[in-house]
């Protein structure tokens, strides 16, 4: 049914050879830095990007998700993130003697993080997906400030008595002697083992990938597009609005959550603020998805390589770095949606002037 | 006493909420674009102050007509420069131009007058009125400030209801086409509406600083979320609901810290706020948007 | 226009790579050069200090200072004839206070070719580099991160009181001296540092006998208005309210305790150091406030004078940044040059040898500092010296006792 209606509805089948360049960069792009690595000829400062750049695609996938292929704004994602941190940085921190295997420490690790976050998702998404444009998106900025001013709050500790738990301070905890603070309130989790590697990021960003790829080249994907292009048409068609709402939601929550445990497992810290849990995050995130280009999977996993790498690499102009990253960011901007400048490029891109010369031809051919 | 201690310093601080988030809505209302960088419009409206009064010693007035006229120039160059030439593209390419603004200040700020903080000289030096023998304790600040936005907000009703430039704002913020149509300048009216806010924006830095006399590069910041959230609360593009948004949102924080946890009150007002979107979802005073099949 | 989308995809990722590539070339180059360079020249060679800390954003003040007063004091040490012979070269990188970004401006500094590590500047940020660093067997002496965890790693040490320390010293402080009884509280809940020295300070104070009759907190989305928290410091009665929180949200407690009638008396940790130093800031305001700082720029011993005297010379006497985070920097990078001469630091060797050769020395060096006399360390890296409390008196800090 879906398939015709869309068909009916006007919409495309998204080409699949699209995706395949999509994976096939990626691919080729970790090939090239493992080759590197391997030769020894990596900088510090590159090896130590490449676990948050896995992160920051992962963070841009699924936020371009519920933006582009829902065509939903939530300024919350970092939100979902926060959740897939601290839950999955418990999880390791408690069970860091009884599983001894790193590796199956570390899935278990993704699989709670990510639910966890999926979780919230779900439980928020209820609610909030009612709500349109402007609206949710401040909704959504709202359930992320929530999240992480609750998480600042939280204590929690751990004795031969069982768990305790406190808003107040760790001294609030009661603590047995041989007890241990896990959650530290404003100080966070400290002892996270450190396990994160750029080989886990990559396959996190592969998974992200091919699921995000394989479902906007779905019939589902087909009919969230229809959601997203004209919600009344969809629903006359038999489109069950709130489920696909939800379903893209809870996944991109997911992901973001899958990116949570990446970041809580690459520092020695975990603390939430702003900068990595609140809004300016998800703003940050945001940013990539429209720099990359809104719908664009590809666009995003460029524009977070890029954008993540650009600051660091712009330390060489110290004080001046943010002012020339602000001017950056507006330009570009400028340059990529101005209709003005847009009509512009149009008129003077190559592949167009081949194009009406042709059809220039093809005009004096038939008049001929 | 203590819950009119709170009440008064909760009214002082959602009178500027109220007075940014004014900004925020009649952009909104007639651009149709979240104006990111609108809080950080009312730190430079500080600096500025900071630097005529304080800096150079001239009189208070002179400082805040300078930032009044400053921010106003400010508010309309960043609509020419980098709103208007994506006019008509999507609303989140706008969106994050805005945002680009915002660092932009912020980090010229942070160039220009360096990292540490300033303290602002109150506009007014008295001592605060005491009550009930020191029990109930009144700043003149946070009089100054509900009685300033009272007067704005009445000013700006009248003004926008009553003058024919304030009819043509209304107008296109209705309809855009149809106002073009009618030969009404639509962009004109825009830049109008930044200047506006603008000025507001500097009112409000001033404001706002005299009663929480530290300025950084970073003051405007979250002063401007939360005045975006009353302007939401509000009904976002509602005059009158950004004023009871603001006025609502300063007060429920204040009795959020006062009484039920100082670490729980923006949680608290993010709730509240969530609360009434779920049971209203334009806003206290939002009009429902029917949607054309 | 798709293709102009694609061209574009194509040349980001060249750039990519080649920016990738650069990097490449630029550590292999870095450690080639610096022996090529004592060959020419016939020194010693340089010995290159990294130093990390907020330079921009909210905690910008305290990045600034340690990168003043660290700069400082390498000039100096190279005006003397270096370490060892060495001229030393200092490389200041911003982390805007956020852990992630301060792990980078880590292996920026290690692409630099860092011999060794004076910071991270704050706390959190600091717990991130200081197991990447245990990693690498670096050695870092932080200036000013308080937390305990901010010296995990057998490589890190602080020149700071740590937030345990600096709650019991002020718990004992106010016992002591009988400043107050009945003591009232505000600090910053979302703040490591802040939630660290109350976290103490109430179990010590318990312990003393003195009765906390209100705590209230703040967070970082609400550090402005300070009207309730005060209203219920005075509700309960407080002789003395305690703040172990930075200066720029005190001045304005400061302002609004005024403008809401609490009199009472004030005291505060070294976070609180700088609370003159807020520009214009009405420091009438702040008279009677106690703190417990290792340094105030107007105390009357030797060592304090001269550094101010020095500094002052140095930056056109702007005092901006004369806070004590400066003097923790400029003792930092004395104490490096302490145990470097005791180690027997050459630039020949690699970091790591650097590091193992210091760590070794550590605990026998001891300095005469600016934030104290005979600074000595433990072998968890904690500093030994004794705490000088200090009050503000006519707009200026006069040593207590």
New interface residues.
């Given amino acids: 049914m879906n398939e015709k209606a869309i068909k009916l509805l006007g919409g495309k089948r998204p080409k699949d050879k699209n995706s395949w360049i999509t994976v096939s960069?990626v691919v080729v792009?970790f090939a090239?830095?493992e080759i590197?690595k391997g030769t020894g000829?990596?900088?510090?400062?590159?090896?130590?990007?490449l676990v948050?750049i896995c992160m920051y695609i992962t963070l841009a996938v699924s936020l371009n998700l519920v933006v582009g292929i829902l065509g939903e704004l939530s300024l919350g994602h970092a939100g979902f993130m926060c959740v897939g941190a601290y839950s999955s940085a418990l999880f390791s921190l408690v069970t860091k003697d009884a599983i001894p295997m790193t590796w199956l420490r570390l899935i278990l690790a993704f699989l709670i993080g990510g639910l966890f976050a999926a979780v919230f998702g779900l439980l928020i998404g209820i609610p909030v997906l009612r709500l349109k444009g402007d609206y949710l998106a401040i909704v959504t900025l709202a359930f992320g400030?929530i999240i992480k001013?609750l998480v600042?709050?939280l204590h929690l500790g751990v004795d031969k008595n069982g768990i305790h738990f406190s808003t107040e301070?760790?001294?609030a905890l009661h603590l047995e002697e041989d007890g241990t603070v896990l959650i530290k309130?404003?100080?966070?989790i400290?002892?996270v083992p450190?396990s994160s590697t750029f080989e886990i990021g990559f396959i996190i960003v592969m998974i992200t990938l091919l699921v995000s790829l394989n479902l906007i080249n779905s019939a589902k994907g087909r009919a969230i597009m229809a959601i997203r292009d004209n919600r009344i048409a969809a629903e006359s068609v038999g489109i069950n609005i709130t489920t696909y709402k939800l379903f893209v939601f809870s996944l991109s929550a997911f992901f973001a959550g899958l990116a949570g445990v990446l970041?809580s497992h690459?520092?020695?810290?975990l603390?939430a603020?702003?900068?990595?849990f609140g809004y300016n995050m998800s703003i940050s995130i945001l940013l990539l998805v429209v720099l990359g280009?809104v719908g664009s999977i590809?666009?995003s996993v460029?524009a977070a390589?890029?954008l993540t790498?650009l600051p660091?690499?712009l330390?060489g102009l110290?004080?001046y770095?943010?002012l020339i990253y602000s001017i950056l960011l507006i330009v570009i901007m400028l340059f990529n949606a101005s209709p003005k400048l847009?009509a512009l490029?149009?008129r003077f891109?190559?592949?167009k002037m081949l194009k009406r010369k042709k059809e220039a031809q093809k005009e004096v051919r038939a008049d001929g | 006493m203590?819950f009119l201690?709170?009440l008064i310093?909760g009214l002082s601080?959602g009178s500027v909420y109220a007075l940014i988030a004014l900004g925020y809505t009649m952009v909104y209302g007639i651009a149709k674009m979240l104006n990111f960088a609108h809080g950080d419009v009312i730190m430079v409206g500080a600096y500025l102050i900071?630097v005529v009064s304080?800096m150079q010693g001239l009189p208070i007035w002179v400082g805040i007509l300078a930032s009044v006229v400053g921010c106003t120039v400010l508010g309309m160059v960043i609509e020419r420069l980098a709103y208007k030439p994506l006019r008509g593209a999507q609303s989140l390419a706008v969106l994050i131009t805005a945002i680009g603004v915002s660092y932009f200040l912020q980090?010229a700020a942070?160039l220009i007058f360096?990292?540490?903080?300033?303290?602002?000289?109150s506009v007014i030096n008295k001592k605060?009125i005491?009550l009930f023998d020191?029990a109930l304790?009144i700043?003149w600040?946070a009089i100054l400030t509900m009685i300033v936005s009272i007067l704005i907000m009445v000013a700006l009703t009248v003004f926008i209801n009553k003058s024919k430039q304030g009819k043509a704002m209304r107008a296109v913020s209705e309809d855009r086409d149809a106002a073009q149509l009618m030969g009404i300048n639509v962009n004109r009216t825009i830049t109008l509406t930044f200047a506006i806010g603008s000025a507001l924006a500097a009112v409000a830095g001033m404001l706002?600083c005299s009663?929480?006399?530290?300025l950084?590069p970073?003051t405007g910041a979250?002063?401007g979320i939360k005045a975006f959230t009353a302007a939401v609360f509000g009904g976002i593009g509602s005059i009158p609901g950004a004023m009871l948004g603001g006025v609502l949102i300063g007060i429920i924080?204040?009795l959020a810290?006062?009484y039920i946890?100082?670490?729980l009150?923006?949680a608290i007002v993010f709730a509240v706020l969530i609360i009434v979107l779920l049971v209203k979802p334009t806003g206290l005073l939002g009009k429902k948007i029917n949607e054309k099949v | 226009?798709?293709?102009?989308?694609k061209l574009l995809?194509l040349v980001?990722?060249g750039?990519?790579?080649l920016?990738?590539f650069a990097?490449?070339g630029?550590?292999?180059t870095t450690p080639s050069e610096t022996p090529s360079d004592n060959a020419s020249e016939g020194t010693a060679g340089t010995l290159k200090i990294g130093a990390i800390g907020p330079?921009?954003?909210?905690a910008?003040?305290y990045?600034?200072a340690v990168k003043y007063g660290a700069e400082l004091a390498v000039k100096e040490i190279n005006a003397a004839g270096g370490i060892n012979g060495m001229q030393v070269e200092i490389n200041v990188?911003?982390d805007?206070?956020?852990?992630?970004k301060s792990?980078?401006a880590?292996?920026?500094l290690?692409?630099w070719g860092m011999d060794l590590l004076v910071g991270t500047v704050t706390s959190?940020?600091c717990?991130?580099v200081?197991?990447?660093a245990a990693e690498d067997n670096m050695f870092m002496l932080t200036p000013s991160a308080t937390?305990v965890?901010s010296i995990?790693s057998p490589t890190a040490f602080r020149i700071c009181f740590s937030d345990p320390n600096q709650g019991i010293a002020s718990a004992d402080y106010i016992a002591a001296k009988e400043l107050g009884s009945k003591i009232g509280v505000i600090y910053?809940?979302?703040?490591?540092y802040?939630?660290?020295i109350?976290?103490k300070f109430?179990?010590e104070a318990e312990a003393k006998g003195l009765e906390i009759v209100a705590a209230?907190?703040?967070?970082?989305?609400?550090k402005?208005?300070f009207?309730?928290?005060l209203?219920?410091m005075k509700?309960a009665g407080a002789d003395l309210v305690f703040l172990p929180i930075y200066?720029?949200?005190a001045?304005?407690i400061l302002?609004?305790a005024a403008?809401?009638?609490l009199e009472t008396k004030f005291f505060g940790c070294d976070g609180l150091d700088g609370v003159l130093?807020?520009?214009?800031?009405?420091t009438s305001l702040a008279e009677g406030v106690m703190l417990l700082t290792p340094f105030a720029k107007d105390a009357s011993d030797e060592a304090t004078q001269n550094f101010v005297k020095a500094y002052l010379e140095a930056y056109n006497n702007d005092e901006?940044?004369l806070i004590q985070f400066a003097a923790d920097a400029y003792d930092c990078i004395y104490a490096v040059k302490a145990a470097a001469e005791k180690a027997n630091i050459n630039a020949d060797m690699t970091s790591s040898e650097i590091c193992d050769a210091l760590v070794a020395v550590m605990t026998e060096v001891s300095i005469d500092g600016v934030t104290g006399a005979g600074i000595t360390w433990s072998a968890d890296g904690e500093p030994n010296k004794a705490p000088k409390g200090v009050i503000i008196e006519d707009g200026a800090y006069k040593a207590m006792d």
């Fill in positions: 960069i792009l090239v830095i590197i000829h990596i900088s510090n400062l590159l090896s130590g990007l948050p400030e001013n600042t709050i301070s760790i001294a309130g404003a100080l966070g400290t002892g450190k970041y690459n520092l020695a810290t603390t603020n702003t900068n990595n280009g590809r666009g460029i390589i890029i790498a660091e690499l330390r110290s004080d770095r943010m847009v490029r149009e891109s190559i592949k | 203590q201690s709170f310093s601080l900071y304080t980090n942070l360096g990292s540490s903080p300033k303290s602002f000289t605060p005491s020191g304790v700043s600040e706002l009663s929480y006399p530290t950084t970073y979250m002063p924080q204040m810290n006062g946890s100082t670490q009150s923006d | 226009m798709k293709q102009f989308k995809a980001l990722v750039v990519l790579c920016c990738c990097a490449c630029k550590t292999e330079l921009t954003g909210g910008a003040l990045g600034n990188q911003d805007t206070h956020d852990a992630e792990v980078n880590y292996n920026t290690k692409d959190a940020p717990i991130a200081q197991a990447v937390a965890e995990a910053n809940s979302q703040d490591p802040s939630s660290g109350y976290a109430a179990s209230e907190a703040f967070t970082e989305d609400s402005q208005d009207s309730i928290q209203q219920k509700s200066a720029t949200e001045a304005l302002s609004q403008s809401a009638g130093n807020v520009e214009n800031f009405d901006t940044y």
